[in-house]
């Protein structure tokens, strides 16, 4: 009963997490376009891949050395419940677009480092990742249809009302903190220098051949990703739909059923099958949208969910499996700074310059914008396979020295 209890708390902070997350940034593109902000959009998605470059690192580092990361994590829920709120107010009260952009990017500072926090709180309770880290993080994919479906339901996919529920549902999380155990990182007699306090020597993670061409792949792929949540909802509204937050939802109804397939994916496929599936379905996606049909474009948001669980999730549970716990949060920050950061940020200043580029005097040219978002899906495949070796010998554990 006590690890069922311990349980339902991991999935109740995934699912609380990520639904904090999609009522902000699912709509956050309708809600700039509704206030004649629609010029800041790229702009505006990519303060988070800023952010990543900066504080999840650091935020990593000091929850593997310092505090424990619970309480890391409560700190900045706090910081980014009041930082939202101040965003939303100064869109909400047409404040200058270069001050809205700057709250905007202090609100990536302080939610940026959340994910990979919370993630290392959970892997690190965990018993068996590769069975048991699917189902918890299932619930925070469900936290991300409630969310979407409540800013829908409220009448929220274009309004601020979005971002002050967002703000109140932070600070639910920090107090949901309160309920977690306080597990303090392990003492070191070590001198910390000035590259460890700011986690730049989670790079040394980089060494093992393997490992470093999952963190590429992965930030590679979050460029073409990036279209995705800014561009297909207005994909979506020149097709005809409404309540365009609850039909982005499809793709997390495939990412639940995908998420609980992976522990027995990984009792009968290698690794590597795994990952090129998620790869494959990555390219499928960006096709079927490139048909600019409305059922084939939803076809494209449901296949969102296969090429995510296999391919992010299983590159979470590999870190978590072959990377020295000491270095837990240091490995997911990384992998944070690699996907929002270095992705991200690529992929929402590119994929809006292509959009752009795709843009006519009446309308977008939405065949010719996903097509080529689709060929950049291709060559990222082509160069995991090229990379790629795997073990044969399965998930066995690496050393970061």
């Not at 900045?76 to 047409?94: D, H, N, P, Y």
């Not at 365009?244 to 994916?265: R, Y």
Request: proline share 4%.
């Amino acid at each position: 009963m006590k690890r069922w209890a311990e349980y339902a708390e991991l999935m109740a902070l995934f699912f609380l997490q990520w639904m904090a997350m999609s009522m902000w940034f699912v709509p956050l593109s309708a809600v700039l376009e509704a206030h004649g902000l629609g010029g800041l959009r790229s702009y505006a998605f990519a303060t988070g891949a800023i952010a990543a470059f900066i504080s999840p690192l650091i935020f990593g580092a000091m929850a593997d050395r310092h505090f424990a990361p619970v309480k890391v994590l409560r700190g900045l829920a706090v910081a980014t419940a009041g930082a939202l709120a101040l965003a939303t107010f100064s869109i909400e009260r047409s404040w200058p677009a270069g001050v809205v952009l700057g709250l905007i990017q202090m609100l990536a500072l302080c939610s940026a480092p959340s994910a990979s926090i919370s993630t290392s709180i959970i892997f690190s309770r965990l018993k068996n990742s590769t069975r048991e880290f699917g189902p918890v993080r299932a619930m925070g994919t469900i936290g991300w249809m409630c969310g979407c479906w409540l800013a829908s339901a409220l009448g929220a996919d274009a309004s601020t009302l979005a971002g002050y529920m967002a703000a109140g549902a932070w600070l639910v999380i920090a107090a949901f903190t309160y309920l977690l155990p306080n597990v303090p990182p392990p003492e070191s007699k070590d001198q910390v220098t000035w590259r460890e306090r700011l986690g730049w020597d989670a790079l040394v993670l980089l060494k093992q051949r393997d490992t470093r061409v999952v963190f590429i792949t992965a930030a590679l792929l979050n460029i073409p990703l990036a279209a995705f949540y800014p561009l297909t909802p207005p994909h979506l509204k020149q097709l005809g739909f409404e309540h365009v937050s609850a039909w982005m939802t499809l793709g997390q109804t495939t990412e639940i059923f995908a998420m609980f397939a992976l522990a027995g994916l990984f009792l009968r496929l290698r690794l590597k099958w795994i990952f090129l599936a998620g790869l494959g379905f990555s390219f499928v996606r960006f096709i079927c949208c490139a048909l600019d049909l409305p059922g084939w474009l939803l076809v494209g948001i449901t296949l969102h969910g296969l090429s995510y669980t296999f391919y992010f999730i299983t590159a979470q549970i590999y870190l978590d499996e072959r990377i020295d716990p000491a270095w837990r949060a240091r490995a997911q920050a990384l992998f944070s700074l690699m996907t929002g950061g270095v992705g991200n940020l690529i992929g929402y200043l590119g994929t809006g310059w292509w959009f752009n580029a795709c843009a006519t005097s009446t309308g977008t040219r939405w065949p010719v914008f996903w097509g080529g978002i689709a060929a950049v899906a291709a060559g990222i495949m082509i160069y995991f396979l090229a990379t790629y070796r795997g073990q044969n010998a399965g998930m066995a554990r690496a050393k970061s020295g």
